[in-house]
């Protein structure tokens, strides 16, 4: 699915609206980390950032994984009606 581009103050910015969870390792030559912090700070939906600074392309890995369960609980848990 292709994402949504719209202008806004100046900077070009993801239509998306969707929450979304974003991880950069800092030592990926895959995926720059400049790259990543530019998605996240133009992405214009709900957002969380978690930074794995010693991490390669793997990101966070088992670590990253109960942060994704954290997240999901915060984000989407238990509402009361």
């Not at 950069?24 to 992405?43: E, K, L, N």
Request: hydrophobic letters at 35%; aromatic letters at 12%; one cysteine or more.
């Amino acid at each position: 699915m292709a994402a949504r581009w719209r202008w806004a103050r100046g900077t070009r910015q993801c239509g998306a609206t969707a929450p979304a969870l974003f991880s950069i390792a800092m030592m990926d030559q895959v995926c720059p980390p400049s790259t990543c912090f530019a998605a996240y700070h133009r992405y214009g939906g709900g957002k969380g950032l978690r930074v794995y600074e010693f991490n390669d392309h793997e990101g966070g890995e088992g670590d990253h994984q109960l942060e994704q369960l954290a997240w999901l609980h915060e984000t989407f848990g238990a509402r009361n009606p």
